[in-house]
């Protein structure tokens, strides 16, 4: 059975850092790319970042380019999602969620619990 | 990036009845258009990938159609497990992209 444990949300203030995990179990983690869905409070899904398996590709939205960096440890089958220069609008609950492809972003089949991130002063 | 546009927004319906939701993609897909049921605090579940393909465990009375740029979701007899949130989500290119939702109340 697939498990994705997501964690490390929390509340933090504006331009802070937060960085969130995504453990994963029941599945063979580097045949899979990895994705963070968030969203909004009362809003909908908004994908924001992938990675390929074997992690040498990483896809953004352009709403975090170069704020947010996604990386994953194969060996610890933990996906990570750092996030730096926060900003209101970020405020989402964070869903780690399992890619049906290896190298690209496709659909998502398996989702985590999902973690909440607040961005407030 | 392409745009995505499910409509209507909500509907409001009653246990036993038929709906269809629809999915408009802004430029070709293809077949790679994907449903999803979100329920209150819950993370989305995939339904139907492929424009029709059942997922296991899911009811048939969830059926998807279309291809190109027009896509619909339909529940032929609406049951109480039903009400919830259905997102469309493109996969055709990246970045894949969501619609903006479809809520199912009881009427």
């Known amino acids: 059975e697939v498990q994705l444990l997501d964690s490390g949300g929390g509340l933090v203030q504006p331009g802070g850092s937060l960085r969130l995990s995504c453990a994963a179990s029941?599945?063979?983690?580097?045949?899979?790319?990895m994705n963070w869905v968030r969203q909004a409070p009362g809003k909908g899904l908004e994908w924001v970042s992938g990675i390929s398996g074997s992690g040498d590709a990483a896809f953004y939205a352009d709403a975090v380019k170069g704020r947010f960096t996604i990386s994953r440890d194969n060996s610890k089958n933990t996906l990570y999602l750092q996030m730096n220069s926060l900003r209101a609008e970020d405020t989402a609950v964070y869903y780690c969620?399992?890619?049906?492809?290896?190298?690209?972003?496709?659909?998502?089949?398996?989702w985590g619990q999902g973690t909440l991130v607040t961005v407030s002063s | 990036d392409i745009q995505m546009t499910q409509s209507p927004s909500s509907l409001s319906a009653s246990v036993g009845d038929g709906v269809t939701i629809t999915c408009r993609a802004s430029q070709s897909v293809r077949s790679y258009l994907n449903w999803y049921q979100q329920k209150p605090g819950k993370a989305p579940k995939l339904l139907i990938s492929?424009?029709?393909r059942l997922q296991r465990g899911v009811p048939s009375r969830f059926i998807g159609s279309g291809y190109g740029t027009d896509f619909t979701l339909t529940i032929s007899s609406l049951q109480p497990e039903d009400f919830a949130t259905y997102y469309c989500l493109h996969s055709h290119t990246s970045p894949s992209t969501f619609g903006q939702g479809t809520k199912v109340e009881v009427k």
């Open positions: 969620a399992k890619d049906i492809y290896s190298g690209r972003v496709g659909y998502f089949d398996d």
């Open positions: 029941g599945f063979p983690f580097t045949s899979y790319t």
């Open positions: 492929a424009a029709s």
